[in-house]
Protein backbone atom coordinates (compact mmCIF):
# COMPACT_ATOMS: atom_id res chain seq x y z
CA UNK A 1 0.00 0.00 0.00
CA UNK A 2 1.62 3.08 -1.21
CA UNK A 3 2.24 6.33 1.23
CA UNK A 4 0.52 9.43 0.26
CA UNK A 5 2.29 10.55 -3.38
CA UNK A 6 3.09 14.25 -3.97
CA UNK A 7 4.03 15.50 -7.41
CA UNK A 8 6.09 17.50 -8.14
CA UNK A 9 8.42 17.45 -5.47
CA UNK A 10 9.94 20.29 -6.57
CA UNK A 11 8.25 22.96 -9.10
CA UNK A 12 9.88 26.51 -10.04
CA UNK A 13 7.22 28.92 -11.79
CA UNK A 14 8.35 32.56 -12.84
CA UNK A 15 5.75 35.24 -11.31
CA UNK A 16 2.60 35.11 -13.22
CA UNK A 17 2.18 31.32 -13.86
CA UNK A 18 0.61 28.53 -13.13
CA UNK A 19 1.63 25.93 -10.56
CA UNK A 20 -0.72 22.76 -10.01
CA UNK A 21 0.22 20.67 -6.78
CA UNK A 22 -0.95 16.97 -7.31
CA UNK A 23 -1.29 14.67 -4.44
CA UNK A 24 -2.74 11.06 -4.69
CA UNK A 25 -4.16 9.93 -0.99
CA UNK A 26 -3.00 6.83 0.20
CA UNK A 27 -5.77 4.07 -0.97
CA UNK A 28 -8.69 3.70 0.94
CA UNK A 29 -8.45 7.38 1.92
CA UNK A 30 -11.68 9.93 1.06
CA UNK A 31 -10.68 12.59 3.05
CA UNK A 32 -7.49 14.84 1.95
CA UNK A 33 -5.87 17.96 4.22
CA UNK A 34 -3.79 20.36 2.52
CA UNK A 35 -0.89 22.44 4.44
CA UNK A 36 1.15 25.38 3.57
CA UNK A 37 5.06 25.52 5.56
CA UNK A 38 6.81 28.39 5.22
CA UNK A 39 10.71 27.91 5.77
CA UNK A 40 11.23 27.56 9.94
CA UNK A 41 7.19 27.58 10.59
CA UNK A 42 4.48 25.82 11.65
CA UNK A 43 1.39 23.90 9.20
CA UNK A 44 -1.25 26.90 7.98
CA UNK A 45 -4.29 25.06 7.22
CA UNK A 46 -5.27 25.39 3.52
CA UNK A 47 -8.18 22.99 3.02
CA UNK A 48 -10.58 20.03 3.39
CA UNK A 49 -11.76 18.22 1.12
CA UNK A 50 -13.36 14.76 0.36
CA UNK A 51 -14.60 13.00 -2.48
CA UNK A 52 -15.63 15.86 -5.33
CA UNK A 53 -16.48 18.02 -2.14
CA UNK A 54 -14.61 21.09 -0.50
CA UNK A 55 -15.74 20.77 3.05
CA UNK A 56 -13.74 23.60 4.66
CA UNK A 57 -11.82 26.31 2.70
CA UNK A 58 -11.54 29.13 5.22
CA UNK A 59 -7.36 28.40 5.29
CA UNK A 60 -7.16 29.09 1.41
CA UNK A 61 -6.61 33.08 -0.24
CA UNK A 62 -9.86 34.07 -1.79
CA UNK A 63 -8.09 34.62 -5.24
CA UNK A 64 -6.21 32.48 -7.23
CA UNK A 65 -6.02 29.69 -5.12
CA UNK A 66 -8.26 26.55 -5.93
CA UNK A 67 -8.35 22.75 -5.03
CA UNK A 68 -10.66 19.82 -5.99
CA UNK A 69 -10.81 16.24 -5.14
CA UNK A 70 -12.33 14.21 -8.46
CA UNK A 71 -14.03 11.08 -7.82
CA UNK A 72 -11.18 9.48 -10.29
CA UNK A 73 -7.74 10.87 -9.93
CA UNK A 74 -5.53 12.95 -7.55
CA UNK A 75 -6.19 15.82 -5.56
CA UNK A 76 -5.24 19.23 -7.23
CA UNK A 77 -4.01 22.57 -5.76
CA UNK A 78 -4.13 25.04 -8.76
CA UNK A 79 -2.20 28.50 -7.93
CA UNK A 80 -2.81 31.07 -10.78
CA UNK A 81 -0.78 33.74 -11.63
CA UNK A 82 1.76 32.39 -8.44
CA UNK A 83 3.90 35.87 -6.71
CA UNK A 84 6.75 35.53 -4.69
CA UNK A 85 5.00 35.20 -1.27
CA UNK A 86 3.72 31.94 -2.82
CA UNK A 87 7.06 30.36 -2.44
CA UNK A 88 6.55 26.99 0.52
CA UNK A 89 6.63 23.70 1.15
CA UNK A 90 3.00 22.68 0.32
CA UNK A 91 1.76 18.97 2.10
CA UNK A 92 -0.62 17.03 1.89
CA UNK A 93 -2.11 14.49 4.14
CA UNK A 94 -4.95 11.82 4.02
CA UNK A 95 -6.87 9.87 6.15
CA UNK A 96 -9.69 7.41 6.04
CA UNK A 97 -11.71 9.13 8.67
CA UNK A 98 -12.95 12.79 9.78
CA UNK A 99 -10.64 14.14 11.91
CA UNK A 100 -13.41 14.46 14.57
CA UNK A 101 -13.37 10.40 14.58
CA UNK A 102 -10.10 10.27 15.31
CA UNK A 103 -8.49 10.00 11.97
CA UNK A 104 -4.53 10.42 11.56
CA UNK A 105 -3.43 12.09 9.13
CA UNK A 106 -0.80 10.60 6.56
CA UNK A 107 1.39 13.42 5.06
CA UNK A 108 3.07 13.18 1.41
CA UNK A 109 6.64 14.27 1.15
CA UNK A 110 5.49 17.55 -0.05
CA UNK A 111 6.07 19.92 -2.78
CA UNK A 112 8.53 22.46 -2.63
CA UNK A 113 7.07 25.63 -4.66
CA UNK A 114 9.94 28.42 -5.71
CA UNK A 115 8.42 31.33 -8.22
CA UNK A 116 10.92 33.37 -9.26
CA UNK B 1 -10.64 31.38 14.51
CA UNK B 2 -9.22 28.26 15.52
CA UNK B 3 -6.13 28.42 17.18
CA UNK B 4 -3.58 26.17 18.71
CA UNK B 5 -0.67 27.62 19.82
CA UNK B 6 2.63 26.11 21.39
CA UNK B 7 5.59 26.73 23.49
CA UNK B 8 8.33 27.19 23.20
CA UNK B 9 8.79 28.04 19.81
CA UNK B 10 12.65 26.57 20.00
CA UNK B 11 14.22 24.31 22.70
CA UNK B 12 18.19 23.66 22.97
CA UNK B 13 19.02 20.75 25.54
CA UNK B 14 21.71 18.74 26.10
CA UNK B 15 21.10 14.87 25.30
CA UNK B 16 20.07 13.06 28.51
CA UNK B 17 18.48 16.21 29.71
CA UNK B 18 14.49 16.13 29.85
CA UNK B 19 12.23 18.26 26.95
CA UNK B 20 8.32 19.16 27.20
CA UNK B 21 6.18 21.62 25.38
CA UNK B 22 2.82 22.55 25.71
CA UNK B 23 0.40 22.79 23.39
CA UNK B 24 -2.93 25.47 24.19
CA UNK B 25 -5.92 25.67 21.85
CA UNK B 26 -8.51 28.06 21.99
CA UNK B 27 -11.69 25.70 21.57
CA UNK B 28 -12.42 22.43 23.30
CA UNK B 29 -11.44 19.45 20.93
CA UNK B 30 -12.34 16.50 20.19
CA UNK B 31 -9.04 14.56 20.10
CA UNK B 32 -5.84 15.54 20.21
CA UNK B 33 -2.69 14.40 17.79
CA UNK B 34 1.13 14.89 17.71
CA UNK B 35 3.56 14.72 14.54
CA UNK B 36 7.10 14.56 14.30
CA UNK B 37 8.85 16.76 11.32
CA UNK B 38 12.46 15.84 10.98
CA UNK B 39 14.44 18.79 9.22
CA UNK B 40 13.33 18.54 5.60
CA UNK B 41 10.80 15.65 6.07
CA UNK B 42 7.17 15.81 6.12
CA UNK B 43 4.91 15.41 9.47
CA UNK B 44 5.08 11.94 11.09
CA UNK B 45 2.10 10.73 13.01
CA UNK B 46 3.32 9.80 16.67
CA UNK B 47 -0.36 9.45 18.54
CA UNK B 48 -3.47 10.28 19.73
CA UNK B 49 -5.22 11.06 22.76
CA UNK B 50 -8.85 11.60 23.02
CA UNK B 51 -10.48 10.79 26.53
CA UNK B 52 -10.10 14.51 28.93
CA UNK B 53 -7.27 13.50 31.41
CA UNK B 54 -5.59 10.93 29.47
CA UNK B 55 -2.00 9.78 29.35
CA UNK B 56 -0.22 7.99 27.05
CA UNK B 57 3.35 6.51 27.14
CA UNK B 58 6.17 5.81 24.13
CA UNK B 59 9.56 4.56 25.61
CA UNK B 60 10.70 8.01 26.50
CA UNK B 61 7.89 10.06 25.42
CA UNK B 62 4.36 10.63 27.43
CA UNK B 63 1.75 12.27 26.17
CA UNK B 64 -0.86 14.01 28.11
CA UNK B 65 -4.45 15.63 27.09
CA UNK B 66 -5.69 18.24 29.45
CA UNK B 67 -8.83 17.64 31.70
CA UNK B 68 -11.08 19.86 29.84
CA UNK B 69 -9.43 19.07 26.60
CA UNK B 70 -7.79 22.53 25.51
CA UNK B 71 -4.46 21.87 26.29
CA UNK B 72 -2.07 18.96 25.86
CA UNK B 73 1.84 18.06 26.54
CA UNK B 74 4.45 16.24 25.66
CA UNK B 75 7.26 14.87 27.49
CA UNK B 76 10.98 13.03 26.19
CA UNK B 77 12.96 11.69 29.05
CA UNK B 78 16.80 11.65 28.56
CA UNK B 79 16.28 13.23 24.75
CA UNK B 80 18.75 11.80 22.45
CA UNK B 81 20.25 12.84 19.20
CA UNK B 82 17.47 11.49 17.36
CA UNK B 83 14.91 13.22 18.96
CA UNK B 84 16.05 16.14 16.67
CA UNK B 85 13.28 17.50 15.03
CA UNK B 86 9.90 20.00 14.99
CA UNK B 87 7.17 18.63 16.98
CA UNK B 88 3.28 19.51 16.51
CA UNK B 89 0.48 18.77 17.98
CA UNK B 90 -3.26 18.79 16.30
CA UNK B 91 -6.19 19.04 17.19
CA UNK B 92 -9.81 18.53 15.53
CA UNK B 93 -12.46 21.36 17.31
CA UNK B 94 -15.46 19.84 19.01
CA UNK B 95 -18.19 19.19 16.53
CA UNK B 96 -15.84 19.92 13.33
CA UNK B 97 -13.44 17.64 11.10
CA UNK B 98 -10.94 19.70 10.46
CA UNK B 99 -7.28 19.15 11.60
CA UNK B 100 -5.69 22.06 12.97
CA UNK B 101 -2.21 22.28 13.73
CA UNK B 102 -0.11 24.36 16.61
CA UNK B 103 2.85 26.40 15.86
CA UNK B 104 5.72 23.90 16.61
CA UNK B 105 8.52 23.56 18.64
CA UNK B 106 11.97 22.98 17.37
CA UNK B 107 14.29 20.62 19.58
CA UNK B 108 17.69 21.03 18.91
CA UNK B 109 19.64 18.25 20.87
CA UNK B 110 23.35 18.92 21.63
CA UNK B 111 25.27 16.30 22.05
Known amino acids: NAGVMQNPRHLVRRRGQEARLRCSPMKGHSHVYWYRQLPEEGLKFMVYLQKENIIDESGMPKERFSAEFPKEGPSILRIQQVVRGDSAAYFC??????????????FGQGTRLTVV | GQQVMQIPQYQHVQEGEDFTTYCNSS?????IQWYKQRPGGHPVFLIQ?????EVKKQKRLTFQFGEAKKNSSLHITATQTTDVGTYFCAGSPTGANNLFFGTGTRLTVIP
Open chain 2, 27 to 31: TTLSN
Open chain 2, 49 to 53: LVKSG
Open chain 1, 93 to 106: ASSPFTAGRGGEAF
